[in-house]
T-cell receptor, first 115, second 109 residues
């Protein structure tokens, strides 16, 4: 079934540990995105990639890094986790073929708790 | 700064009609999206508006007024499964989506 998968589904992590959240899409979409969603706040963009080999910073990039070695995968790494990174993380993708609406489609999310 | 405002929570009755408003102030405008998000799940796309007016899609309609920085999502013939959060998002001049905090819609029988 075409779509976006994320792993793990949930994780409890000790502060200071390194963690990589995985995201894979099989829709051959050019663009991919990482968001965090916190209670009472809108989705906030962490990093994005408009095409394989390129990445960009979003609204809240500090403490996170990404890579885009190929079209399908877009991992998000927390180098040294802190409790304020406790959140639900969503990966999304869009075709980015140049025309509107360039709708974003979301993965199921990863619930991360940093203690 | 950029800002998207939506009511935090609304309650409606099964079978009725509800209108969820969204006002925005963003640096540029390149379209407005509505998404539905059930508790514990991912957001799913509902509608897209880039020109003024009403877009109808089954029981759901979305309206846009660019001059007023205003949109609404209209849900008709409400069903219990419509209980969810509804997210408004605007694409700004950098082609990034700016998201509202969402409106939690509670449907009562």
């Amino acid at each position: 079934i075409a779509g976006i998968t994320q792993a793990p589904t949930s994780q409890i992590l000790a502060a200071g540990r390194r963690m990589t959240l995985r995201c894979t899409q099989d829709m051959r979409h050019n663009a991919m995105y990482w968001y965090r969603q916190d209670l009472g706040l809108g989705l906030r963009l962490i990093h994005y990639s408009n095409t394989a080999g390129t990445t960009g910073k979003g609204e809240v990039p500090d403490g996170y890094s990404v890579s885009r070695a190929n079209t399908d995968d877009f991992p998000l790494t927390l180098a040294s986790a802190v409790p304020s990174q406790t959140s639900v993380y969503f990966c999304a993708s869009s075709e980015k073929a140049g025309g509107p609406p360039d709708t974003q489609y979301f993965g199921p999310g990863t619930r991360l708790t940093v203690l | 700064g950029q800002n998207i405002d939506q009511p935090t929570e609304m309650t409606a009755t099964e079978g009725a009609i509800v209108q969820i408003n969204c006002t925005y102030q963003t640096s540029g405008f390149n379209g407005l999206f509505w998404y539905q998000q059930h508790a514990g799940e991912a957001p799913t796309f509902l509608s897209y508006n880039v020109l003024d007016g009403l877009e109808e899609k089954g029981r759901f309609s979305s309206f846009l007024s660019r001059s007023k920085g205003y949109s609404y999502l209209l849900l008709k013939e409400l069903q219990m499964k419509d209980s969810a959060s509804y997210l408004c998002a605007v694409r700004d001049s950098n082609y990034q989506l700016i998201w509202g905090a969402g409106t939690k819609l509670i449907i009562k029988p």
